[in-house]
C-alpha cells in the first residue's frame, strides 16, 4: 500500500531545514482549479486549457511515484478501478494496476479477442539528482547531501535554483516483514548549488563550465560541520514516523518553481520534466476520453519507469510488467497484430534558434508546429513505414498537424521505450512526441499549443 504523506510538524520540533512537509507548491494542482477532464481540454482553440492542465499534472509530479499517483488519482475519477498486481482477473471494466514508478491501465468493454490493441506508451522518470543512502556531508562549514546523477542530466542548469524534494520513504509497518511504502514531498527552497563565481573560475566564459558531479552538485542546505543522520531525521519527519521506522528511501530533488506559461502571447509551456510528463499526461487524458466510448480497438495506456537509464528494470519497459498484463487481463495471443499499435511518445528535439546547424536541413521541427514522427535507419526509433500511415491517416482525421525529426548522420541519435516494447510485444510501433527546447535541463520549454494537438492525436489513434 503507498500512503501520500501530509503530516503536522509539531510544535515541539525544531524548523531545521527538512522538518516541514508542504502540502504542494503556491499554485499547485491542489490550489487551483484546472482542466481535469478531457471535456474540458481545449484543443480546437489556443489549447492552453490543455497546456495549463500540463502545468498541474507536472506540479503535482516531481518524482515518478508522485506521477503515478496523479495518474491514479485522474483515473479513478473517470471511473476507473484499481487492480491488484495479484488479484484475481477482474471482470471487463476500466482498470488499471500500478507498481512503483509504472502503470498500465485499460479499457475492456467485452470486446472480441479479435479486436485489435492501441497502446501508448510514455516514461514518468526525467533526469535529475537523486539521494545517496548515507547522503550528510560537510564541507568547510557548509551542511550538504551528496547526490548521484540519474540518467543525462544537463548539469549546469540545476545551479542556482531553488530545491525542494520528493519521492517514497520506506518505512516499518508494525511486525510485518515488509515495510510500508509513504510518498514525501517537500516544495520549500530547501536547498540549492552555488556556482563558482566569475572571478574565481577565471576563462569560464571562454572555455566553458566544467563540472564535477561528485564534488560540484552536492546542495548545500546549511552551515555547521556534516551531522550523520539529519537527511534520516528529515524523512521520518516527512512520513510521520519515529527516526529509526526510516528503513529506506528513493528521494530526488526538484525545482520548486511551479510550471507556467510564457511568452507575451503564452506561446510557450516552461515546466520542469516535460519529458516526459507532457506524454503521461496527453496519453491519461487520451484514454480516459477513449473509455467513453466504444471504439473498434482496446485502447492502453503504459507508463514505465527508468527510461533515462536504460528500462532494464522490473518497472522499466524491457521489464515484465507490460507484457505480463497485455497476457493476463487482455489475452495477448488471441489478439491480431495487424491494426495493433503502439505508440511510443516521448519528447523530440525542436530546431534550436541559435543551433540550427545541429539538425538536418531537410527536417526543421518547430515547435507549435504539432506532434513530431521519429524516425532512425538504425532503429534507434521504432517508426517504420506502416506504422508511419496509420499515425498520417489519423492525424487527417483529428486536424492535427504532423511534423517529422530525424538526426543528421554526424550527431547521435538518442533512443526511447519503442524498439524495447516492440521487441517485447512484436506489435508495430511508432516513436512520436512534442518538439521542445532544453531536453534533460531542470527546466525545459514547448509550444504551448502542442499538447492539445497531441492528445487529440493520441485520442484518434486509440478511438478508431
Not at 187 to 213: C, F, S, T, Y
Not at 376 to 402: H, S
Not at 404 to 421: A, E, H, K, L
Request: with cysteine.
Amino acid at each position: 500500500m503507498v500512503v501520500v504523506s501530509t503530516p503536522d510538524v509539531p510544535a515541539e520540533v525544531s524548523h531545521d531545514p527538512w522538518t516541514d512537509q508542504n502540502s504542494g507548491m503556491a499554485g499547485s494542482p491542489q490550489d487551483r482549479s484546472s482542466a481535469q477532464r478531457s471535456g474540458d481540454i481545449d484543443r480546437n482553440g489556443s489549447g492552453r486549457e490543455t497546456a495549463r492542465d500540463l502545468c498541474a499534472y507536472v506540479d503535482a509530479s516531481p518524482s515518478p511515484y508522485h506521477a503515478v499517483a496523479e495518474t491514479a488519482r485522474r483515473l479513478i475519477s473517470a471511473g476507473f478501478t484499481e487492480v491488484d498486481l495479484d488479484a484475481p482477473v477482474p471482470p471487463p471494466g476500466r482498470h488499471f494496476l500500478r507498481s512503483g514508478g509504472a502503470l498500465i491501465a485499460w479499457v475492456d468493454d467485452e470486446q472480441p479477442a479479435n479486436v485489435p490493441l492501441r497502446i501508448v506508451g510514455a516514461h514518468t522518470d526525467s533526469p535529475n539528482l537523486r539521494v545517496k543512502p548515507r547522503p550528510d556531508r560537510g564541507d568547510h562549514g557548509f551542511q550538504r547531501v551528496g547526490v548521484e546523477v540519474y540518467g543525462g542530466v544537463l548539469l549546469n542548469s540545476w545551479l542556482d535554483r531553488e530545491l525542494g524534494l520528493s519521492g517514497r520513504v520506506v518505512v516499518r509497518d508494525g511486525g510485518a516483514l515488509a515495510g510500508r511504502t509513504v510518498l514525501v514531498r517537500d516544495d520549500r527552497p530547501l536547498a540549492r548549488i552555488p556556482q563558482l563565481a566569475v572571478h574565481l573560475d577565471p576563462g569560464v566564459n571562454e572555455k566553458g563550465l566544467v563540472l564535477d558531479p561528485q564534488d560540484d552538485l552536492a546542495p548545500v542546505t546549511g552551515l555547521g560541520d556534516q551531522d550523520s543522520g539529519a537527511f534520516q531525521r528529515s524523512m521520518a519527519t516527512l512520513a510521520g514516523v519515529d527516526v529509526d521506522d526510516v528503513l529506506a528511501w528513493d528521494i530526488m530533488f526538484h525545482d520548486v518553481a511551479p510550471s507556467c506559461l510564457t511568452g507575451p502571447d503564452e506561446e510557450f509551456v516552461s515546466a520542469p520534466r516535460l519529458d516526459d510528463l507532457l506524454s503521461c499526461h496527453a496519453g491519461t487524458e487520451a484514454l480516459i476520453e477513449a473509455a467513453e466510448g466504444k471504439g473498434p480497438c482496446l485502447p492502453v495506456l503504459a507508463l514505465f519507469d527508468h527510461e533515462e537509464v536504460g528500462s532494464e528494470t522490473a518497472t522499466g519497459a524491457a521489464g515484465p510488467l507490460l507484457h505480463r498484463t497485455l497476457r493476463r487481463h487482455l489475452g495477448l495471443s488471441d489478439r491480431p497484430l495487424e491494426g495493433s499499435l503502439v505508440l511510443s511518445v516521448d519528447g523530440a528535439h525542436g530546431t534550436h534558434p541559435s543551433r540550427g546547424h545541429r539538425h538536418d536541413p531537410e527536417h526543421p521541427v518547430r515547435l507549435n508546429g504539432g506532434p513530431v514522427l521519429k524516425a532512425n535507419a538504425r532503429a534507434r526509433y521504432a517508426t517504420d513505414a506502416p506504422g508511419v500511415a496509420l499515425v498520417r491517416l489519423a492525424a487527417e482525421r483529428a486536424g492535427v498537424p504532423l511534423q517529422t525529426f530525424v538526426s543528421r548522420n554526424d550527431m547521435p541519435c538518442g533512443s526511447t521505450i519503442g524498439p524495447i516494447t516492440a521487441a517485447r510485444t512484436g506489435l508495430r510501433t511508432v516513436d512520436l512526441g512534442v518538439a521542445q527546447l532544453a531536453m534533460h535541463s531542470a527546466r525545459e520549454f514547448c509550444g504551448s499549443r502542442d499538447p492539445a494537438a497531441l492528445h487529440g492525436l493520441l485520442s484518434e489513434l486509440l478511438s478508431s
